[in-house]
């Protein structure tokens, strides 16, 4: 237990600040609002505590901010108690008149609905813009159409009848050394200036995009994913999801995606879905105002947000629920469900890619795979897992030298500029890397039948060889230029680049083992062996390549079901699950044998967000007390008596139910920085009796000072019942037992660490109190699980 | 608070035992391998709480029974305690030395996948037995084979090349009228005979099928899924998974559906593919012997279940998901939908139904639906509610009628015949009725175009009025009596029932809106208003039916994305989600409306089973202590004070840290019936030290008796660790510690019940213990949660 070095690894996270790290002079004290009644009994916000506990008559009568939750940035916020707010607020509607009752009623039932209907409504429409801005301004990188320049090439080309169209040319779309009269396409300066232009626009769309994000909205780069996770898991970013974070990062991943790097739209499209939850959350104030609340409507966005990137909506609301949510209830299942399903629908009305496919690729394969295929399908696996772990272990470490470094952590406008000019220049040379990932992994995800005179892969004689070095070549490109990429200070997912390395590698398997089936059934006597057909309806390299991205994408991101389902939702046929499963499955196994994060994990970890991974087994021998602060000696914990527990006291900062005075409140709170206290009967005995938020005492104190003048130092605050009723002489008393937290949780300092981690993670604790005999020995906070599990870790 | 009736409510559940029922006689006291170390420091198994919180050099040598769990019949798990069981173990494995260590581990990893893979295999090949045996001899009703005896009526006239195929007849089909000779299919004889015969058959079927299950197997009746949701939250059935009802319940499920009764074979099929997980998880230990780690496999199983009965792996994931289980962690997911597809695919081999579908009912729609046709869809929605509650409200009446009535309960052959009698009699007089349930449906979802010449429902004259009116009493018919078929005592389910009854309703309103839109059309100068061919690409009665039954089954098991998604698989398209998607919700919400359970929840209840479940929620203003056992009444808990603490103290039952005799311990045993009992530091103090089961205790006073004969009555039992050397004179006492559970759950009394509910259904306990400044005040169960919940929703 190297309790030493806990704060100083925890401190390299300059970003983040964690719920005990105390400095609370964030909490506002603005909120002047005493309660009516007696004097000294007043009630500034703490009410719901209490009043959960409290007959209904004693629920106050106003429906103002007690009812919701408002926490500092980088806090994480308290399930429990937010749920209980809601209940609260829910009571009180249903405690009203007839007709007014009704309709809050009927609002409050449907609000959710409502809103995550506008959030999938608001989403399939964002992503078709983006998909169509994309496209269009990624196309602008070889030429413009015509005479109608708001066209990409695929639509300028169709528009126009032009009979020559093949894959890449057609005369309406003008490239741009044609602006300069130079109509030779095979001469040398005629590609050297498409190379220069190629890379110049390359160039300012990526600088674009990371000027506009450094500018406006720092929150709008990167993935979003790992940020997302911990939002949803209870960790306020204020900002993160805020409507500048959303314009900039559509605009900047239009910029970013036309600038060919190598990065996806789809996981910044999850981020951008959550945005627009959040925007909506605040129409409706029973989940704008209520953290926990709004968690619901934020896991059904990033539904959406999946259900656009992939035209996956089951895929969406698996992966909400495997991948990216905490608190996950089969109400909100439900709901997202229909959130993904809604956004969809309007991605398919808006029709991004000018088919009918809603699926961001499509296959349509009609063939039957052989059971010994699936011996290349689990090699895929293996290596997708091998892969996927490689590239996290260097992507780490690329970004913990970025983080680190004053040269490269202060210029990302540099970086940025530097890795597009490599990656335009270098993909430029190669017809895989040149056009953009999404039609590259369509023509690798292809069935040949029907394109063999066109398409370099399906051909059987010389181009198929130069195509093979090709893709080798692409794959190694790709895998280097993205380990670079992925944490650049532009709007950029990981989904596209790993599947695009998977259908690569794939594609190569698949090419090598349909070469080798021909060879073998070319022999005289062995065609008997294939009742299928090669290269028609077995033997698919295509098939290949989809497996490949599967398991790639699966060793990179550790999804499971989701991805499969995802897949499935691609192809639409219950045939393909079984390669994919098989690839997925070796993936994920040969993936966490090598490291057990998956890359969003680990840039959590590198971020040190304060993220309790719901899916991790912890099996360890410890207990609470050896975890709990403040710590004592392991050998002490098993055998320790009434001396020990008073020395501890000295450590423990605890507040007594009456007996302090205000001063010493006030002392108290200057001194320490811890953001509660249990509340015991006695120094002596250390009974627990409640626990109180420093935001509460602190609020509490202020407007008692404020607001009630007979109320001084020296007056004695009580947390207790029996208050004296006014003391001869002495000062007022000052009665808190409202502000009090009277349902702490707590576990016996012999409670093994797995069910307290256990506890945390399935009912959103922020602290946890330690006692033995009935005797406060400690607490335990979400920091210190953290801080613990991860020092087990490295151990 | 009616305190008074809450025992008289439980009382009547007569087949069902809680866990604080008491009479423990249950509990095998043949373990009489006591510890090593000090004669009177013996560790008969309670060893496993113990070792938890002591270093690894404590844990014992063997790997025996204390690693695994074992609970009495109808006795509620514990879950943490089982998990920390299985991490024991696992600790143990990987302390061996190298190479078996190792192999140990990897057996240990891959033994859930290999379990699960051959529960998949074995349910995919149950279920395609199941489908041949009781395709084959519900045509036994009509006729035989002439030549092959062993073929159904489909794969006979297939078989033969009989040119004159129409849907019912086929010349090799040889009815059994024609044995008699009688060859006059229209004659009044004819038609008799053949009704006789059919309702014969039919009677004959469900007598052997109910004869089967009360014999050999009782639990092999019904459906199994409000039980297996039981078992899967903790609950504890021996026999109910075992090898003879598995046996019984497979044939009786063949019996049944042949006998044209209107029930449906797929609840049944969970519960036999739970079976399957349950027989199976005994070859692996790991599973096997611990509960909560065989729920993992039989929640995988359970999804399997639903693979085989739909042909869904994805639904029958989301269905063990959102209806089935209980504690499902993603791991188990993942596990699940293995099971699920392994299943599938095994079905799709054994190929059942003769073509090369997996899915129950084939739709292959080409059409697309119109906006303004979500009115009708969501009118399907309501009706399908309000059917749904309805027919839970009236087969729950009846079913309780069944339970309390002698002459009803004790003759369940007789019920049975009678039934299936009816059942026969009428439905032979309608031709959908006759036909099996599941071509029934498959017909009411068709589409029309091809078969215009054959189906009636196509037909645009007369046929279709009359088949409008069949239609029409079937529904009647088919609502009528299933509310008297679930709950016979055969196996038998009521999914296809519910869709039957929704296509049915579904198609009454398609034709009916077709039939609408057709006169509109028809009508001079409407005709440019729609921009769909009627009856060709819009109005498509087959969608409607598709709907109503969704609709209708959302009606009556209130299932809600797993319903959408078992139907998208059948579909196969995403086109068609939304207008099912409107139908289930709106089903949802008038039918929670009405009444908030569905029909396996109201089963639950008649039953009396302990089920919490997982997603109600429970707005109570309660606080722990107003539940908590012994009572107190609601004004005293508020202002408690200690002599108040003093008076309960008589009623609660503890057992003090040390003082208390071994005689003392067995008069307490003796005179309470509790399953477990807190350790106090004294009786005054009543500060918690932690809990010990009745379970526990009896075996080790039992093993101290047998085993250490210098342990007397009056021998002093020391649950601390400060126990005197020797006593001089006196004598020896006798160490309990290591049989103390030290980390008992604990709540303060001032817990809102939420909370506590919360923390039951998350972690699940089975008793938490009520605390107020650190003494315990009460003790708070499973049932009585139950009891409370049960109260208020009564209020």
Chains 1, 2 share one sequence.
Not at 118 to 134: K, P, S
Not at 513 to 535: N, W
Not at 643 to 655: H, M, P, Q, Y
């Amino acid at each position: 237990m190297e309790r030493v070095n806990r704060s100083s690894t925890l401190s390299s996270t300059d970003e983040v600040e964690l719920e005990q790290s105390g400095t609370s002079a964030t909490i506002h004290l603005d909120m002047t609002a005493g309660g009516g009644g007696s004097p000294s009994d007043f009630n500034p916000f703490g009410a719901i505590d209490d009043v959960r506990f409290k007959t209904d008559e004693d629920l106050p009568d106003v429906m103002a901010p007690p009812f919701f939750s408002k926490y500092g940035d980088f806090h994480t916020i308290d399930w429990q108690r937010d749920l209980a707010r809601d209940r609260l607020r829910h009571k009180m509607i249903s405690k009203k008149n007839f007709p007014l009752g009704l309709l809050q009623s009927g609002w409050d039932a449907g609000a959710g609905w409502i809103c995550v209907l506008f959030v999938g409504l608001a989403a399939g429409a964002t992503a078709g813009i983006i998909d169509i801005g994309a496209r269009w301004m990624s196309d602008l990188k070889t030429g413009v159409c015509a005479d109608r320049f708001w066209l990409d090439r695929e639509h300028c080309c169709w528009s126009s009848n032009d009979t020559y169209y093949k894959d890449d040319d057609c005369k309406a779309w003008t490239k741009w050394p044609w602006m300069l009269n130079y109509y030779n396409s095979s001469s040398f300066l005629f590609l050297l200036l498409e190379w220069i232009f190629y890379i110049g626009w390359a160039v300012a769309m990526s600088t674009l995009a990371v000027l506009f994000v450094k500018i406006f909205a720092p929150y709008a780069c990167g993935s979003g994913i790992p940020e997302i996770k911990c939002i949803l898991s209870g960790f306020v970013i204020r900002g993160y999801l805020g409507k500048w974070t959303f314009i900039i990062k559509s605009v900047g991943l239009i910029l970013s995606s036309a600038s060919g790097l190598s990065l996806g739209k789809e996981g910044p499209m999850v981020h951008l879905a959550c945005c627009i939850g959040n925007i909506f959350s605040y129409l409706f104030p029973k989940y704008g105002l209520n953290e926990a609340k709004k968690r619901e409507i934020l896991s059904a966005s990033a539904a959406a947000g999946v259900s656009v990137a992939f035209g996956a909506p089951i895929g969406g609301v698996l992966f909400s629920l495997e991948e990216a949510s905490y608190y996950f209830p089969l109400k909100t299942m439900w709901r997202s469900f229909f959130c993904a399903l809604v956004a969809g629908i309007i991605l398919r009305f808006v029709n991004p890619f000018g088919s009918n496919q809603t699926s961001l690729f499509h296959v349509d394969y009609m063939m039957k795979w052989t059971f010994i295929e699936l011996v290349p399908f689990a090699f895929l696996g293996l290596f997708g897992g091998i892969l996927g772990s490689l590239f996290i272990f260097a992507n780490i470490r690329w970004s913990r030298f970025r983080k680190n470094s004053k040269t490269l952590g202060g210029n990302p406008i540099y970086e940025v500029m530097l890795i597009t000019l490599i990656t335009a220049a270098i993909s430029y040379f190669n017809p895989f890397t040149r056009k953009s990932a999404l039609s590259m992994i369509q023509q690798l995800f292809d069935r040949c039948e029907d394109q063999v005179d066109e398409d370099s892969l399906c051909d059987q004689n010389k181009a198929l060889s130069i195509a093979f070095g090709q893709l080798l070549w692409a794959l190694v490109f790709k895998f280097i230029i993205t380990i670079f990429t992925f944490g650049i200070k532009v709007p950029c997912g990981l989904f596209v680049p790993s599947i695009g390395m998977g259908a690569i590698a794939g594609r190569i398997l698949g090419i090598t083992v349909d070469q080798i089936f021909r060879a073998v059934q070319a022999k005289p006597g062995h065609s008997e062996y294939f009742t299928c057909q090669i290269g028609k309806d077995c033997v698919m390299p295509g098939l290949y390549a989809m497996v490949g991205a599967a398991a790639v994408l699966g060793g990179v991101t550790r999804m499971t079901v989701s991805l499969v389902v995802i897949m499935f939702e691609l192809t639409g046929s219950l045939e393909f699950i079984v390669p994919t499963m098989v690839a997925t499955m070796f993936s994920k196994w040969i993936g966490d044998g090598i490291s057990k994060m998956g890359i969003y994990e680990a840039h959590i970890e590198l971020n040190g967000y304060p993220f309790l991974d719901s899916k991790g087994e912890y099996p360890y021998s410890t207990v609470a007390s050896q975890v709990m602060r403040p710590s004592i000696h392991r050998q002490v914990a098993d055998e320790m008596s009434m001396s020990d527990l008073r020395e501890l006291k000295n450590e423990l900062s605890v507040i007594t139910e009456s007996g302090m005075t205000l001063g010493d409140l006030e002392s108290l709170l200057r001194q320490t920085d811890f953001n509660g206290f249990p509340v015991v009967v006695s120094q002596n005995s250390m009974h627990l009796v409640g626990f109180i938020t420093r935001r509460d005492i602190l609020l509490a104190l202020h407007t008692a000072r404020k607001t009630q003048p007979y109320v001084v130092t020296n007056s004695i605050a009580y947390f207790s019942d029996g208050v004296p009723d006014s003391l001869p002489g002495g000062p007022a008393p000052l009665r808190l037992r409202k502000i009090l937290d009277m349902a702490p949780m707590t576990v016996t300092d012999q409670t093994p660490m797995e069910t307290v981690i256990d506890m945390f993670r399935k009912l959103g604790l922020r602290q946890v109190l330690v006692t033995k005999n009935g005797k406060v020995l400690g607490i335990i906070t979400k920091k210190d699980i953290l801080q613990f599990m991860r020092n087990k870790n490295s151990q």
